[in-house]
């Protein structure tokens, strides 16, 4: 079974999302085959991406998540600033965390830590909390896209209400992933 653990996003959000996602898509000249945009039901903050464990290992996460989840309290995240990843070529477009990030890296940190205790590995980047816009597929218009983020360096989205972590099933299908809650626990 393939499982990540997120924030979600209220609907406010996902609508500025989309929004925001035609304004690039209208603004850039790429072919609609170079980047595959994320379709906006769909985005989540990442905190922990597991990838395949066994179906028994999944109450182990849940309750690791719910433990840490516990000795969290709620936050307010900005939603702000459009970037990406991948250098001069952007392979993923995103945007990024701003106030009330702080409070973020502590909850990711603490479940980072406490799932490596129960022997999952620790991802050896660095954090990035953020919500992913596309991926792109070609180069060439990997960098017209990293060009086009620099006028978005101080937009604001919005602010995200944490009040929540979530363990969830991720199937890939023909159509696109399907999440499935596992688990859902709030914080304080």
């Not at 477009?93 to 479940?111: A, F, K, P, R």
């Not at 919500?131 to 960098?143: D, H, K, M, Q, S």
Request: aromatic share 6%; hydrophobic share 35%.
């Amino acid at each position: 079974m393939r499982v990540f653990i997120a924030i979600d996003i209220d609907e406010q959000i996902r609508k500025a999302l989309g929004s925001l996602q035609n304004e690039l898509q209208s603004e850039v000249d790429i072919k609609k085959s170079d980047a595959k945009w994320v379709n906006p039901d769909r985005i989540h903050l990442t905190l922990k991406f597991l990838g395949e464990i066994k179906d028994e290992q999944v109450v182990d996460v849940c309750n690791i998540t719910k433990d840490v989840a516990s000795r969290h309290e709620s936050f307010e995240l900005d939603v702000e600033t459009v970037g990406h990843f991948g250098g001069r070529s952007a392979r993923v477009l995103w945007v990024g965390t701003g106030q009330g990030c702080e409070n973020l890296l502590q909850l990711q940190s603490d479940l980072e830590q406490q799932l490596a205790l129960a022997g999952w590995p620790k991802e050896t980047r660095k954090f990035s909390g953020h919500l992913t816009l596309c991926r792109v597929r070609n180069a060439r218009a990997g960098v017209k896209l990293a060009q086009m983020t620099e006028g978005y360096k101080d937009f604001k989205l919005g602010t995200i209400s944490a009040d929540s972590v979530s363990v969830y099933q991720s199937e890939l299908t023909p159509k696109g992933p399907v999440y499935t809650v596992l688990g859902n626990y709030g914080l304080q």
